[in-house]
């Protein structure tokens, strides 16, 4: 699929949200296996995001997963058994770079996709936004699942593809050269800087 990019691309901070999916000290900080990038390359060039957004006013959401008690788990009848799960002690905290920003608003989701379920659409909405920048781990399931739920709710969107990874580099790639082409822009984290004004 040909990716098309106009010459001149701007995002207005006040139309736009950050939506950082799942980094979190259980997912990016304690992943084993992830490409094409490291979760430190992504926390790195999400940071970057986050910065920027901050600087410029705009509304940056921090989404990370967690429990109560594991009985509000899916717990679907599939051919793959996840493992049972033993979470640690502050497994679903944010990453420790993102500690410090004041402004953002955090959602807890319980399954993939951050919309079904929490605030997100309330939050964005009433803000006047119709545009988001996602980025996060795993590009082939949270920001997949996330970016197609702010497809079927009409926002636009730009995908931070250096600021996401997923556990394969073949799982990334799909989901960035043929999903998100189709219902979004592809970008690198510094041309969203760039593009945000």
């Given at each position: ?42 926390i790195q ?144 984290s510094g ?7």
């Amino acid at each position: 699929m040909e990716q098309v990019k106009q010459e001149t691309e701007w995002l207005k901070a006040d139309k736009t949200a950050l939506v950082v999916i799942d980094l979190q000290q259980g997912i990016a900080i304690a992943a084993r296996q992830s490409a094409p990038y490291t979760s430190a390359e992504v926390i790195q060039n999400a940071s970057k995001l986050v910065d920027a957004f901050t600087e410029k006013g705009g509304f940056v959401v921090f989404v990370k997963v967690s429990w109560l008690d594991g009985k509000d788990m899916l717990k679907p009848d599939a051919d793959f058994k996840a493992p049972p799960m033993q979470m640690p002690e502050g497994w679903d905290r944010l990453a420790p770079e993102f500690a410090d920003v004041q402004s953002a608003h955090v959602i807890t989701k319980r399954q993939w996709g951050a919309f079904f379920g929490t605030d997100l659409d309330l939050q964005l909405r009433r803000r006047g936004i119709d545009t988001i920048v996602l980025c996060g781990i795993s590009t082939s399931i949270g920001v997949d699942t996330t970016a197609r739920e702010a497809y079927q709710h009409g926002y636009h969107q730009v995908f931070a593809e250096d600021a996401m990874t997923a556990s394969t580099q073949a799982e990334h790639d799909y989901v960035c050269q043929t999903i998100f082409p189709r219902i979004g822009k592809v970008r690198t984290s510094g041309e969203v800087v760039e593009m945000l004004k």
